[in-house]
């Protein structure tokens, strides 16, 4: 764990002997990344989350799902953020923690200020008189790697981490997505008992049975054990990351639970609906002219649906929001389309296609389906989108100034203010305001007549003498001011 651009994948990259981070959108990992290696005669699952800010609940599952986590800072950055979060979450779900400091190679390294910046945050490292192991390491050249595995090992040993295998198999789901041609698939980390093809099981309120077990090269294997960390296909639905995944004995009692928890959360979302219509029915009234944009998310995993969502509710403005009006795990369909229609909803598509007839179904019914395969460049454009709907700040600008020398009375004009220039421009399209004793606003309104002597004019300098005409004054008062301005439209930023 640890902030973004760290090198968390690139140290699993060294580790794996692969090139992982190739891979990713952007060069950030998208969701979480379940990889195992052998050594010395140790099986280690690696859990890799992602280090940007959209992925909140991502690295708190992560955390929550492991026994050991190393925390990766970089030495030319030191703490940051997301560090910062990540450190948190390892304090909040009570896993120990190991210290990789990073990029030890670079020039603008700088170990010590990383470790006082860790012990600020409760970090004491052992150099610094703590119980915190820290490996000074380097995904480049491959400096400190064997040391950070030794002190996996170590902690493992001191921690006695033990599971029964011989028990109904339970685990927690990592990730989920939907694939084109297998249907469900979701990431599971065994947590204890023994995985195995064919066994009957229930993933939150919905049944299954194994019918394949895939590791992370997509081979085929016919059991996982504890820590294994594995692809499971099976699922009536995709999952959702978080979800128990549990192994049920009898398979005859299967479908009763799952009926079971199925009415109970039909019960709670019946309930929470009513209560939510009843209670927006005033507040709709009370807001009156709020704007907001309506989004379907359609994504390639449960996983990145979940930081989207997280991301684009932090979008909040009192005037304007971001409403989520579906989401779900696939590519682009014509049922979306038809309730982008109908909700008047952009369809952000993330990591997913979208076939040829949807995309022209879409443009026949005027609905934009936006795609993206960064994260941060979705939030972007999104936030820029509401910031489009917020009403700009009107400015004031004063473009001219004139003097009322004397008036005058022109026959189907009416009165006309003779007066001089001061400063600015006075142009036949200004906004007008007559003052009167520097402080009594006589009027606001527009010019009706401009001239330089005899011929109309649509501008007038400083210095010049004119004759200026307000709608609705008939009287003008020597010494009376008369402002020129205008109004600029400012446009706004979300806080």
Request: charged share 30%.
């Amino acid at each position: 764990m640890g902030h973004v651009d760290h090198g968390k994948t690139s140290i699993l990259d060294y580790i794996r002997e692969t090139n992982v981070v190739a891979g990713e959108s952007g060069g950030i990992t998208q969701r979480i990344g379940a990889y195992q290696v052998d050594y010395k005669d140790n099986k280690i699952t690696f859990l890799d989350t992602p280090g940007h800010e959209a992925f909140t609940s991502m690295r708190a599952r992560g955390a929550k799902s492991t026994d050991i986590v190393i925390l990766v800072v970089a030495a030319d950055d030191s703490v940051m953020p997301q560090t910062i979060e990540a450190i948190n979450h390892a304090k909040a779900a009570e896993v120990p923690v190991i210290v990789a400091i990073n990029k030890v190679d670079k020039p603008e390294a700088d170990i010590e200020k990383v470790k006082r910046e860790l012990s600020e945050k409760d970090i004491l490292v052992e150099d610094w008189g703590g119980k915190i192991q820290s490996i000074n390491t380097s995904a480049k050249t491959g400096e400190g790697i064997e040391g950070l595995m030794e002190a996996i090992l170590l902690e493992s040993e001191v921690l006695d981490l033990k599971a029964n295998t011989e028990i109904l198999s339970k685990g927690i789901v990592i990730d989920s997505r939907l694939d084109k041609g297998l249907g469900p698939i979701a990431t599971v980390l065994v947590k204890k008992g023994t995985l195995k093809i064919g066994i009957p099981f229930i993933c939150n309120n919905f049944p299954g049975k194994v019918r394949a077990i895939m590791n992370e090269r997509n081979d085929r294997i016919q059991s996982a054990e504890p820590s294994d960390a594995v692809q499971v296909l099976g699922f009536d639905q995709v999952p959702q990351s978080g979800d128990i995944f549990a192994e049920v004995e009898n398979e005859s009692d299967l479908k009763k639970i799952a009926n079971e928890r199925q009415r109970i959360k039909r019960e709670i979302e019946f309930s929470t609906v009513k209560k939510n219509t009843l209670d927006s029915i005033s507040a709709q009234i009370k807001e009156g002219d709020v704007n907001n944009l309506n989004i379907i998310i359609k994504a390639d995993s449960d996983g990145s649906i979940e930081a989207l969502g997280e991301s684009l509710e932090k979008i909040k403005h009192d005037e304007v929001g971001v409403d989520i009006v579906h989401k779900g795990v696939g590519n682009v369909t014509e049922s979306d389309v038809l309730l982008g229609e109908a909700s008047n909803a952009v369809i952000l598509a993330f990591n997913v296609q979208t076939p040829s007839n949807t995309r022209l179904q879409a443009d026949q019914s005027n609905v934009e389906i936006r795609s993206y395969n960064i994260i941060y460049q979705a939030v972007e454009d999104l936030k820029l989108a509401v910031e489009g709907l917020l009403k700009p700040d009107l400015v004031e600008e004063i473009v001219g100034e004139a003097i009322v020398k004397e008036t005058f009375k022109i026959p189907k004009i009416g009165f006309i203010a003779g007066s001089q220039v001061e400063s600015g421009t006075i142009t036949r399209d200004s906004l007008i305001r007559l003052v009167r004793e520097e402080e009594e606003i006589i009027k606001d309104g527009k010019i009706i007549s401009l001239k330089r002597f005899k011929d109309d004019v649509s501008t007038v300098e400083t210095g010049l003498e004119c004759g200026i005409a307000i709608e609705g004054i008939k009287k003008y008062l020597p010494g009376d001011k008369i402002i020129a301005y205008k109004i600029n439209e400012i446009k706004r930023k979300l806080s």
